[in-house]
């Protein structure tokens, strides 16, 4: 059993990531903050942020069920949207000021619909996400952000400039890059953090101020040094897939051996995988190339499926993985693509590539950590 991360830091991490709201918000709304949830990490925070608004990225963490959500949805929509409509309409997301919603999927789409129809929010903003990612889409969602800011500044009656945006760049870069340090630490042959340690540092980042996450982290970098894990594994393992918040899934994975040393997930690696280009005259121009080029993406666009491919092999080689785990929210059919793909990609590169489907809120973890154990037996270890 590994000593667990004694800083103070990696608690108030962990109390942000075991519910919805949490001290931080409450501070920051007690002190006359306003607060903005949005759907999906193509969006750009750092817009929130020069509003002078909390970002909140959406999920259903600690729900009971989908009742609520199953009369408004069929029961082959995914879990995570039957999930965070049915904690909306039982006021869970109360503490939230407004929520900005992506066309991310079909599914997400008929959230925003009935987030309407039942009036969730003072506030709601739809952006539209082109499916490639070329300079003719990058153009072209830099208009969508600038449909955004205006809509953030006439309802919250603020004005987002481009000296406000760059700093917001420079504070969430500083995130990305100590986000970074804490991954490179997981390339040690015995790595100090276990992957669901990371996950919570990960969804933390998601839901305080980015200047007090920050500093937060600094302080958990300097333990984490001289950490190591006193568990022996038997196998060092990525995590790739779509949206993934919760650290008792990855501890489901790393109880029967398998450690994950990093991840491909939106909640994770992707988000700090690389940082805004600063030296882009346009603040506006350089998130929208960022969010929508940039950043390893995920199967929503459909032009970049080897970059996918090639960023997934690469990560593997690079943290020195055994074999990676695909996991999907059931009935999400752009990752039912994504791994059939995968599939095929990783065997033509010998890496070993376990598919697992999941519900949103995990429960019942044998069925999981049998198939990880098989797993890890047939890669020999
Ligand atoms: S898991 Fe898949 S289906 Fe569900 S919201 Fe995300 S992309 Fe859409």
């Known amino acids: 059993m590994n000593t667990p991360i004694k800083s103070e830091a990696f608690s108030i991490m962990t109390q942000a990531t ?13 002190q006359g903050g306003k607060t903005i949830g949005y759907f999906c990490s193509m969006l750009p925070e750092e817009l929130f942020l020069a509003g002078g608004l909390l970002p909140f990225r959406m999920r259903a963490t600690g729900s009971e069920g989908t009742d609520g959500g199953d009369s ?30 992506i066309n991310s999927c079909d599914q997400i789409r008929r959230l925003y619909d009935n987030w309407l129809h ?15 990612s070329g300079p003719d ?89 001289t950490r190591e894990l006193e568990t022996t594994y038997r196998a060092r393992i990525m995590v790739t897939g779509g949206i993934l918040d919760d650290p008792t899934w990855m501890e489901a994975v790393e109880e029967v051996g398998g450690l994950v040393v990093t991840d491909g997930t939106c909640f994770g690696g992707r988000l700090m995988h690389c940082d805004v280009d600063e030296d882009i005259v346009d603040p ?24 996918r491919k090639n960023y997934t092999v690469d990560l593997a080689r690079e943290f020195n993985c055994d074999g990676i785990i695909g996991e999907k929210m059931m009935f999400c059919d752009m990752w039912q693509v994504e791994q059939f793909m ?31 154990q098989a797993f890890i037996e047939t890669m020999g270890k």
């Open 284 to 307: 506006m121009e350089a998130l929208s190339q960022y969010y929508l080029a940039d950043r390893p993406s995920c199967p929503r666009m459909i032009d970049t499926q080897v970059k």
């Open 137 to 225: 889409q990058v153009e072209w969602y830099t208009g969508e952000f600038h449909r955004l800011r205006k809509s953030i500044e006439e309802h919250f009656k603020v004005e987002i400039t481009d000296k406000g945006l760059r700093e917001a760049i420079a504070v969430m870069n500083e995130t990305r890059r100590l986000q970074r340090e804490v991954y490179e630490l997981r390339k040690r042959e015995r790595p100090p953090i276990t992957g669901a340690e990371t996950m919570a540092i990960m969804v933390a980042g998601t839901a305080m101020p980015k200047v007090r996450y920050n500093e937060l982290l600094r302080e958990l970098l300097t333990e984490l040094e």
């Open 72 to 101: 408004y949805f069929t029961n082959n929509n995914c879990t995570f949207v039957r999930h965070c409509f049915s904690v909306a309409l039982d006021g869970g997301y109360d503490f939230l000021d407004g929520v900005v919603v």
């Open 118 to 132: 039942k009036d969730i929010s003072p506030f709601v903003h739809m952006v539209a996400l082109p499916r490639q």
């Open 342 to 372: 995968m599939t095929m990609d990783l065997k033509e590169e010998e890496i070993p590539f376990l598919k697992l489907e999941r519900e949103y809120i995990t429960s019942g973890t044998g069925q999981l950590k049998t198939r990880v």
């Open 18 to 30: 075991a519910g919805l709201e949490n001290p931080a918000i409450d501070e920051w709304k007690a």
